[in-house]
């Protein structure tokens, strides 16, 4: 499985590693993610300036790429420049639940819309500020119930909130 991590925190996030890591079990990784945070960007790209695109290593052994722009670019990039194909793009983890009306404000979210224009399958995942370094330890209980539901054969995308010590899963709907 190919898969593009993005989030909307920013290269620093400390959650970031702990993901990469997690979606090396999954397949092939690459990361392209803000230089700097833009939360509340949704999904906004960037056509009237030039864009910084550095080539950074995050963490011993783990490349990837910081962009002067959105999460919403960072897909373009991914996508356009690049020349990939992906089949799963995984955005976050965001500090802050993506909850109700404000998913459309998301720049974690704003990043797998911009993947659906491609037909790209999405999973943005967010939690409380207190659970991010926690939050990766239920990610494989996230994936497979995912797979054992087989849930991309109903949407494209799927927003995963977290909560510190998560007991089972609750499906809704926006709003």
Not at 1 to 27: E, F, R, Y
Not at 124 to 152: F, G, H, R
């Amino acid at each position: 499985m190919k898969i593009l991590i993005t989030n909307d925190d920013s290269i620093s996030a400390a959650q970031l590693v702990p993901l990469i890591k997690w979606c090396q079990k999954l397949g092939d990784v690459t990361v392209i993610v803000p230089k700097y945070e833009q939360s509340g960007k949704s999904q906004a790209i960037n056509f009237m300036r030039e864009i910084e695109i550095t080539e950074v290593e995050i963490a011993r052994g783990l490349v990837g790429y910081a962009i002067d722009s959105t999460p919403a670019d960072c897909v373009r990039f991914g996508m356009h420049a690049l020349k990939k194909e992906y089949d799963l793009i995984i955005s976050g983890i965001n500090r802050g639940y993506n909850l109700g009306d404000d998913i459309v404000y998301s720049g974690t979210c704003g990043a797998i819309f911009e993947g659906s224009r491609f037909d790209v399958r999405g999973l943005a995942i967010s939690t409380s500020p207190e659970n991010l370094m926690e939050a990766p330890a239920a990610l494989d209980a996230v994936w497979e119930y995912i797979q054992k539901n087989d849930l991309y054969a109903s949407n494209l995308l799927y927003n995963v909130n977290i909560p510190p010590k998560p007991n089972g899963f609750q499906i809704t709907k926006q709003g």
